[in-house]
């Protein structure tokens, strides 16, 4: 009985077949984006058109998965060097000492995200304790400071112009607020609710003006957002889980990002289309942070596998692992230095290690936090680098 109804709703229209005229029950088909109307014996015809002898739709899965594994044994042989044995010409890094130079304290709780202004001197940073400040990092002076609804300051960013900051977190919103050089200024009658998710605001970016905000979330999806109207530009849907992390190509080299998340995904998108362009998944656990490389050729990610790895995007594969026996604890921060040799990577216990990129050996490791490293940014002209902490400090290495 359900396959004649099924048969009865299929057949609406009863006329003449575009293809063999005909009169018979009919069903709409599109043939470069023209609609006809085809009966179903001619629609299986087109459909088969194809197909010699012999063929079937499973033997042409078949093929397909022959075709596929061509391609990868294909790209298996371009890959026959390690990046490390590439570089075991390049010259070893000599000794280099980096120590604290300032540290930030008046954050009453853990130091969740932190960023950096396009003027080398000012920095933002979220906390647990709901609040966010603007800091001088030259003086430690705190410039700015805004009290969040909601605990849990997960993301924070500068703007490009430095006149305006973005935040959010457990309030699902990313806030964008202006500043102004008046210290008696309310700064919370001028927030902008810009960005709307269905969880946690994990990260935010502004994209390469004031006008646009990038957005991840725990909903396991990344947006794209338009700050002044509020309007949702773009979305990008494909993480299974949480979206934790995210970072804008450098600008000459596109419109694209890489985020990562809880389903041990990096992944790769165009901006314009909201497609997914790659994706890797070679992670053992949840990957906390992403960063480009700076030609935006690559990126690195920190995962809690206690790993960080590099990947080449024109190769399309992971080339190299950033580990040790001895580490065992999660990274929860990376980004490179301004020449892209040195990987700074933030851990969960206490400490800060420092990675050749290319002979893919710790050249340092750095002391100095009370607790878990949880954000960490190289400054804009590369001469220091601000790491925040659950010690409920920010600290300047150079």
Same mark, same amino acid.
């Given at each position: 009985?359900?396959?004649?109804?099924?048969?009865?709703?299929?057949?609406?229209?009863?006329?003449?077949?575009?293809?063999?005229?005909?009169?018979?029950?009919?069903?709409?088909?599109?043939?470069?984006?023209?609609?006809?109307?085809?009966?179903?014996?001619?629609?299986?015809? /087109?459909?088969?058109? %194809?197909?010699?002898?012999?063929?079937?739709?499973?033997?042409?899965?078949?093929?397909?998965?022959?075709?596929?594994?061509?391609?990868?044994?294909?790209?298996?042989?371009?890959?026959?060097?390690?990046?490390?044995?590439?570089?075991?010409?390049?010259?070893?890094?000599?000794?280099?000492?980096?120590?604290?130079? &300032?540290?930030?304290?008046?954050?009453?709780?853990?130091?969740?995200?932190?960023?950096?202004?396009?003027?080398?001197?000012?920095?933002?940073?979220?906390?647990?304790?709901?609040?966010?400040?603007? $800091?001088?990092?030259?003086?430690? !002076?705190?410039?700015?400071?805004? +009290?969040?609804?909601? +605990? $849990?300051? /997960?993301?924070?960013?500068?703007?490009?112009?430095?006149?305006?900051?973005?935040?959010?977190?457990?309030?699902?919103?990313?806030?964008?607020?202006?500043?102004?050089?008046?210290?008696?200024? !309310?700064?919370?009658?001028?927030?902008?609710?810009?960005?709307?998710?269905?969880?946690?605001?994990?990260?935010?970016?502004?994209?390469?003006?004031?006008?646009?905000?990038?957005? =991840?979330?725990?909903? @396991?999806?990344?947006?794209? #957002?338009?700050?002044?109207? %509020?309007?949702?530009?773009?979305?990008?849907?494909?993480? @299974? =889980?949480?979206?934790?992390?995210?970072?804008?190509?450098?600008?000459?080299?596109?419109?694209?990002?890489?985020?990562?998340?809880?389903?041990?995904? =990096?992944?790769?998108?165009?901006?314009?289309?909201?497609?997914?362009?790659?994706?890797?998944?070679?992670?053992?656990?949840?990957?906390?942070?992403?960063?480009?490389?700076?030609?935006?050729?690559?990126?690195?990610?920190?995962? *809690?596998?206690?790993?960080?790895?590099?990947?080449?995007? &024109? =190769?399309?594969?992971?080339?190299?692992?950033?580990?040790?026996?001895?580490?065992?604890?999660?990274?929860?921060?990376?980004?490179?230095?301004?020449?892209?040799?040195?990987?700074?990577?933030?851990?969960?216990?206490?400490?800060?290690?420092? $990675? *050749?990129?290319?002979? @893919?050996?710790?050249?340092?490791?750095?002391?100095?936090?009370?607790?878990?490293?949880?954000?960490?940014?190289?400054?804009?002209?590369?001469?220091?680098?601000?790491?925040?902490? #659950? *010690?409920?400090?920010?600290?300047?290495?150079?």
């Amino acid at each position: 009985m359900s396959t004649k109804m099924d048969q009865t709703f299929l057949a609406v229209v009863f006329g003449p077949c575009d293809k063999c005229s005909k009169e018979k029950p009919l069903r709409p088909v599109y043939i470069k984006s023209e609609q006809l109307s085809y009966c179903s014996l001619c629609v299986e015809m /087109m459909a088969t058109e %194809g197909l010699r002898e012999n063929e079937t739709l499973a033997s042409l899965k078949n093929e397909a998965e022959t075709l596929k594994g061509k391609l990868e044994e294909e790209r298996a042989k371009l890959h026959d060097v390690e990046l490390h044995q590439v570089a075991e010409r390049v010259e070893a890094l000599g000794q280099f000492v980096m120590k604290t130079r &300032r540290t930030l304290k008046g954050h009453g709780n853990k130091v969740l995200c932190m960023d950096w202004c396009k003027d080398k001197r000012r920095i933002v940073s979220s906390s647990q304790d709901g609040k966010v400040i603007v $800091w001088d990092s030259f003086t430690t !002076n705190k410039e700015h400071a805004v +009290t969040m609804p909601c +605990t $849990w300051v /997960m993301a924070c960013a500068y703007a490009p112009s430095g006149c305006a900051i973005a935040c959010g977190g457990l309030d699902n919103k990313c806030s964008v607020y202006p500043l102004t050089f008046d210290k008696n200024e !309310n700064m919370a009658a001028k927030k902008k609710s810009v960005a709307m998710h269905t969880n946690y605001l994990s990260a935010c970016s502004f994209t390469n003006s004031d006008m646009q905000i990038l957005t =991840a979330s725990g909903d @396991g999806t990344c947006a794209l #957002w338009d700050v002044e109207s %509020g309007q949702l530009l773009q979305s990008f849907h494909g993480h @299974g =889980a949480d979206v934790l992390c995210l970072d804008l190509a450098p600008s000459e080299t596109g419109n694209t990002f890489v985020s990562g998340g809880c389903d041990k995904k =990096a992944m790769v998108w165009d901006m314009r289309s909201g497609q997914c362009i790659q994706s890797f998944e070679t992670h053992d656990s949840d990957i906390n942070s992403v960063r480009y490389y700076p030609s935006g050729d690559a990126f690195a990610s920190g995962s *809690d596998d206690a790993t960080c790895r590099l990947y080449d995007l &024109r =190769a399309d594969r992971e080339v190299a692992i950033y580990s040790k026996e001895s580490i065992i604890f999660g990274a929860s921060s990376v980004d490179f230095s301004l020449s892209g040799r040195l990987l700074f990577a933030g851990y969960n216990d206490y400490t800060i290690n420092v $990675w *050749d990129v290319l002979k @893919g050996s710790r050249v340092s490791i750095l002391f100095g936090h009370e607790n878990r490293v949880s954000t960490l940014r190289v400054s804009p002209d590369g001469t220091a680098f601000c790491s925040g902490s #659950w *010690d409920h400090t920010l600290r300047i290495w150079a």
